[in-house]
């Protein structure tokens, strides 16, 4: 089953604008945590924000957001004021317990001028 | 900030060549992983160390085999190289918090 999903291939936002990136998991486990990771076009993947199950408050890094909402079961991604460097792909990931990180699929974000 | 290294960069070499593709971390930490990831798709785990002398094999099956002998070094090697190995991959290395931090990755083409 799949354990991260992220259902927008693609989204396209208006510079200066917030933008929205969508991710749900799958778990029992109480003890987990949540990564969002940004990839360009040149292939290296860059740590955003990181929020763990029990932390009460939604973790924030400069334009980063993590939309943190436990019993739904989902760890949105707010980037507010999205700048042009903001394009790329964006992932989402899950580690429980003493299990491997798993990632989702990625976002693709195009930010237009 | 993280300091993980991969080389070479990029690679082009022919079939059935014996590779290494070199990663080493500075910042101490016992986890270290190596991933592939075809263009825009999702990374797949392929090898990981939880420190000297341990190394496991990840979801996706691989003809790459790992080493771990010292905790800032962990090279990823293919004794035949093939066309279906074309991809990116992306080592890693791993805090308390277990944030894994990525190192700018090796992209191979296997002609």
């Known amino acids: 089953a799949q354990k991260i999903t992220q259902t927008q291939p693609g989204m396209f936002v208006q510079e200066k604008e917030a933008v929205t990136l969508d991710c749900t998991y799958d778990?029992?486990?109480?003890?987990?945590?949540l990564f969002w990771y940004k990839q360009p076009s040149s292939g290296e993947m860059i740590f955003l924000i990181y929020?763990?199950?029990?932390?009460?408050q939604n973790a924030t890094e400069g334009r980063y957001s993590l939309n943190f909402q436990k019993a739904r079961k989902s760890a949105n991604l707010v980037i507010s004021a999205s700048q042009l460097g903001d394009s790329a792909m964006y992932f989402c990931?899950?580690?429980?317990?003493?299990?491997?990180?798993?990632f989702g699929a990625g976002t693709r974000l195009t930010v237009k001028p | 900030e993280a300091d993980i290294y991969q080389t070479p960069r990029y690679l082009v070499i022919g079939t059935g060549k014996k590779i290494t593709l070199e990663c080493s971390q500075t910042?101490?930490?016992?986890?270290m992983y190596w991933y592939q990831q075809d263009p825009g798709m999702e990374l797949h785990l392929i090898h990981y160390?939880?420190?000297?002398?341990?190394?496991e094999k990840g979801d996706l099956s691989s003809e790459s085999t790992v080493s771990r002998i010292r905790t800032e070094h962990f090279p990823l090697t293919l004794e035949s190289a093939r066309p279906s190995h074309t991809s990116q991959y992306l080592c890693a290395s791993s805090d308390l918090q277990e944030t894994q931090y990525f190192g700018p990755g090796t992209r191979l083409l296997v002609l």
């Open positions: 910042m101490g930490h016992d986890k």
């Open positions: 929020q763990g199950s029990y932390d009460q």
């Open positions: 778990t029992s486990d109480p003890s987990y945590g």
């Open positions: 990931a899950m580690r429980e317990g003493g299990e491997d990180m798993r």
């Open positions: 160390s939880y420190g000297v002398n341990s190394t």
